[in-house]
């Protein structure tokens, strides 16, 4: 069987650069992912205040991370790591979104 690293994950919500209002402190997070193999597992999700953003998840299942907490007035730096059921893995880069 072929053995292509998956795509870079392509962020959806927050847009780069986005200014978003959090509701009651929380926002959601949400890209997508895409593998020529369609054998995608999970997802690493980071972020933090930093551009070298912490895992706040491991082995997310599917596009969406929930109900995740945020401060007011702050820039964020967020990243997906893509992997597959062969142990290849991708870097979506870098993005920034800040909250109001």
């Known amino acids: ?5 998956p ?3 392509e962020m959806v919500t927050p847009k780069m650069a986005a200014r978003i209002t959090p509701t ?3 926002i959601n997070l949400s890209w997508t992912g895409s593998d020529v193999d ?3 597992l999970n ?3 980071y ?7 912490a895992l706040i ?24 790591i893509t992997r597959d059921s062969k142990g290849n893995t991708s ?3 870098i993005y920034v979104f800040y909250t109001n």
């Open 1 to 5: 069987s072929s053995a292509f690293a």
């Open 7 to 9: 795509f870079p994950a």
């Open 24 to 26: 009651a402190g929380r």
């Open 38 to 40: 369609n054998d995608i």
């Open 43 to 45: 997802y690493d999700i």
């Open 47 to 53: 972020l933090g205040t930093t551009n070298t953003p």
């Open 57 to 80: 998840k491991s082995a997310q299942i599917g596009g969406t991370l929930p109900d995740v907490t945020v401060t007011t007035g702050t820039t964020y730096y967020w990243k997906v």
């Open 91 to 93: 870097d979506s880069g």
